[in-house]
């Protein structure tokens, strides 16, 4: 009793001289209240602050058999629990946690990776938008969700650069571009977090998974990362050092090993390149048990010399494998691990149970339940999910403008499953969203084309992709078939071999063009880029629809029909071939660059090395002319600010939205750099017949690279920049660099 009336007392003091007010900035420094707290704590106390269990519900990883959690907590020997899906259990917890001898109350966690209760598209989708602000509006509105249910923590963004499709993963992050993945990054941090923490509805982001993580082996989940310094610190970490530039609270290392060190035992990258060379002063949380693998992988003998390495090497709180919990007061007891390495973590996660308010108040997350069912919240929600729905569609095929659907049309043909499922609309990691509220695309379809003819027709079974006899199709005005993954095939846990559109679906594609003269039109759904070549060259228009969720037939719908245009861009190159992955668009020119018809060049023998999409393209339902990039000068110095514009019109019968990307390259560089690196995107709406002129403005920064020692660098010399719609149609210009 003495030591919580000397706790109380040292922190109202602390808050009262500092002028504390409940929901002061999250910037604010809570040191002194911190180090209140820490002085009263137990060895056993601290380790207990950086212990996170599940609670058993939505394990993404194997069960682990826990001591009496309900005891631990009420004995203060936990910070933090996750997966915990409603406010009444919160409270629970927290009940639990008030009734320890320090109160320290407890964290609440979730994946919440594309929406609470309304589903956004998955992230990969959402990047295909290329809209950073609908994309941060979509986080804000997930962070508002997920803290009316008591939760303060969303294990996301995902901010892995990914760039082979066989990685099942892809589906959660924003694809292939570092620069791109870096704007993305900052655009979720920024949506979950807000300015402060002080209207409860933003919580902690986590940008994961601290490194590499998309740069398995062969898209194999969970395996190695066998990269080179050079590719990690120019491709792999920009979006991490992005999120922490934004203020991101927390980090989930990997599963993954980098070059022969476990991501979780990576001192090199949490203690020293994280914590000391960036300034991170949030706190870094293993991934499921990632902790204990470290003896899995071979660098540990023991999970007691798993946990000693994590600490040492800078991972702040365990996630369910108990290494912690068993190993670490022992190791500090036998002098193995100073106590300064436990001191440095607690104050990271008390620091943060600061910033929330949870000291001023444990239970300020569990107010706003009433606006879970609230109908016209809700109906706000779902109204930007469509519009980040509608923007995130790619149009990859349209011959002979069989799209927008026209007017004229009166029978339509709806075949394959697909496009009733609702289950498979949410996608992968869909927290509380159910299939109840999803709108399907037959629904969507219906709602759109009230006096349409709309007739569904199964075409093969979902659960095993057989095909099923079709009817006579040829008196329908147009054929819309929907095919490609279920929402279970992509996500953590799906790496491929094949990805492949199923034989069967592509070759439903292949009877229905040969079987009838109506136009075939193909929504092709999943997680990650596809392969579907046989099937291509049969669909007169193709859409690429991924997983949209709780508004994706509503927003398929509007494109269908061209209530919108078509306006996104793939974030990761389509191959043609499975032997080309991992593909991307920012590879090196090599000394012996591709060019067809000559077998001594980097490619291949029996196949061009070209994608099937490349990085950016996304068709519309009208034309655009992009000029060639105009820089303000020829010359520039060290420091100063290069002004690029770009004429965009709008040559078609429709106003659209273009994406304007602009790309650069360096040409002669101390280290190798890639053939082209995108630097800038604008999105432009224009009327038919409209004109206008862009403007990016560079710095030098942008124009760098981290050469050797892993040392950023300018280097003066010659700089070509490209302007486009995607990353294989440019115009170029040229500038040049000096000291």
């Not at 002028?19 to 106390?45: A, H, I, N, P």
């Amino acid at each position: 009793m003495k030591s919580l009336i000397i706790l109380l007392f040292l922190i109202l003091n602390s808050l009262f001289f500092s002028g504390y007010t409940k929901g002061q900035d999250k910037k604010r420094d809570f040191s002194v209240e911190v180090d209140s707290v820490l002085r009263l704590m137990t060895l056993e106390e601290k380790v207990g602050q950086m212990i996170q269990y599940s609670n058993n519900r939505l394990n993404t990883g194997p069960a682990i058999n826990t001591n009496n959690v309900t005891e631990e907590v009420r004995t203060g020997r936990v910070g933090s629990v996750f997966n915990v899906l409603s406010v009444e259990h919160t409270r629970q917890y927290q009940d639990l946690a008030m009734q320890s001898r320090l109160k320290i109350p407890l964290l609440f966690g979730l994946d919440v990776v594309h929406g609470m209760k309304t589903t956004f598209p998955i992230p990969l989708a959402e990047a295909a938008s290329f809209d950073l602000a609908l994309m941060e509006k979509a986080a804000e509105i997930s962070a508002a969700e997920t803290s009316a249910y008591g939760i303060h923590w969303s294990f996301a963004p995902m901010v892995d650069i990914s760039r082979d499709a066989r990685w099942g993963r892809v589906m959660e992050g924003a694809g292939e571009d570092p620069w791109y993945g870096s704007q993305v990054a900052k655009a979720r941090v920024k949506g979950f977090q807000g300015d402060s923490y002080e209207d409860r509805k933003t919580i902690m982001a986590c940008a994961k998974h601290f490194a590499a993580y998309g740069a398995v082996v062969a898209g194999k989940d969970y395996s190695e990362a066998d990269i080179s310094e050079n590719t990690l610190h120019n491709i792999y970490l920009p979006p991490f050092k992005a999120a922490v530039d934004a203020g991101v609270a927390t980090l989930m290392n990997g599963f993954n090993e980098i070059n022969g060190i476990p991501a979780t035992a990576h001192k090199g990258l949490q203690r020293e390149l994280l914590k000391q060379e960036w300034g991170f002063d949030g706190f870094v949380v293993s991934d499921w048990g990632s902790v204990s693998e470290i003896a899995t992988h071979g660098m540990a003998k023991d999970n007691k010399e798993a946990a000693k390495l994590a600490v040492l090497a800078g991972c702040d709180m365990d996630m369910e494998s108990m290494s912690y919990e068993r190993n670490l007061v022992d190791l500090v007891n036998e002098g193995q691990l100073d106590i300064r390495f436990i001191n440095d973590a607690v104050k990271r996660i008390l620091t943060k149970k600061f910033e929330l308010g949870l000291f001023d108040d444990p239970y300020g997350y569990t107010y706003r339940s009433n606006e879970i069912d609230d109908e016209n919240i809700v109906s706000s929600y779902r109204t930007v999910a469509r519009d980040i729905a509608v923007k995130s569609i790619v149009l990859l095929k349209n011959q002979q403008e069989v799209l927008p659907i026209n007017p004229n049309v009166q029978k339509i043909a709806l075949v394959g499953p697909l496009n009733k499922s609702r289950k498979d609309m949410l996608g992968s990691w869909v927290a509380v969203g159910t299939e109840d509220g999803v709108i399907s695309v037959y629904e969507g379809l219906r709602t759109a084309l009230p006096d349409v003819e709309i007739t569904y027709i199964e075409g093969y079974d979902l659960e095993t992709n057989e095909l099923k006899t079709l009817p006579e199709t040829d008196h329908f005005d147009l054929v819309i078939v929907a095919v490609g993954e279920r929402a279970q095939e992509s996500g953590e846990a799906k790496s491929k071999v094949d990805i492949n559109v199923h034989k069967n679906q592509q070759q439903l594609v292949k009877t229905l063009k040969e079987e009838s003269t109506s136009p075939v039109v193909t929504l092709l759904m999943g997680g990650r880029p596809l392969v579907f070549s046989d099937m291509e060259p049969l669909s007169d228009a193709i859409l690429m629809t991924w997983w949209l969720g709780t508004e994706a037939g509503n927003a398929i719908a509007d494109v269908l029909t061209g209530k919108h245009n078509p306006s996104g861009k793939l974030p990761m190159t389509f191959p043609k071939y499975i032997g080309q992955c991992p593909i991307y668009y920012g590879h090196k020119n090599t000394g012996r660059p591709w060019q067809p018809d000559n077998r001594y060049v980097t490619g291949y023998m029996d196949e061009t090395v070209l994608p099937a999409y490349p990085f950016g393209f996304g068709l519309s339902y009208t034309d655009f002319e992009i000029g060639k990039p105009k820089t303000d000068r020829e010359t520039y110095e060290m420091g100063d600010t290069v002004q690029v514009t770009v004429d965009v019109k709008n040559t078609g019968t429709r106003l659209g939205t273009e994406t304007v990307q602009l790309y650069l390259r360096d040409m002669v560089s101390s280290v190798t750099r890639p053939v082209l690196e995108l630097c800038g995107i604008q999105q432009v709406a224009l009327s038919c017949g409209e004109e206008k002129r862009i403007t990016f403005t560079l710095t030098t920064n942008d124009l760098g690279f981290y050469a050797a020692e892993n040392k950023f660098v300018v280097e003066p010399g010659q700089f070509k920049l490209f302007a486009g719609n995607s990353s294989d149609n440019l115009e170029s210009s040229s500038f040049e660099l000096i000291d």
